[in-house]
Nanobody
Framework: QVQLVESGGGLVQAGDSLRLSCAAS????????VGWFRQAPGKEREFVAA????????NYADSVKGRFTASRDNAKNTVYLQMNSLKPEDTAIYYC????????????WGQGTQVTVSS
């Protein structure tokens, strides 16, 4: 199955930028989309962004549009989430997940990386 490892989280101040990485290994051909999700303390996990392995399609939650950019490097099997103009409300554990082509579900998840934005 697909394995995912996130990196790049940290503690930053409001207005700063961070870039998260999600390195994929295994049968990545079984996945068509990698999504980014986040979960803040006491809140449910929410969708942030998604990028297709092929083509240029991306999707974003309204809360991050214009500030976050998802991209991928197929040669490195890595997906990125560039986060600019960070706000304290962006504080959460960020996860990447791969959508399985057959099931249509995000079946493969990374371990998460903490992003903390101080005001």
């Amino acid at each position: 199955q697909v394995q995912l490892v996130e990196s790049g989280g940290g503690l930053v101040q409001a207005g700063d930028s961070l870039r998260l990485s999600c390195a994929a290994s295994g049968p990545t051909f079984s996945s068509d989309v990698v999504g980014w999700f986040r979960q803040a303390p006491g809140k449910e996990r929410e969708f942030v962004a998604a990028v297709y392995w092929s083509g240029e399609s991306t999707n974003y939650a309204d809360s991050v549009k214009g500030r976050f950019t998802a991209s991928r490097d197929n040669a490195k099997n890595t997906v990125y989430l560039q986060m600019n103009s960070l706000k304290p409300e962006d504080t959460a554990i960020y996860y990447c997940a791969a959508r399985d082509i057959d099931s249509g579900e995000y079946d493969y998840w990374g371990q998460g990386t903490q992003v903390t934005v101080s005001s």
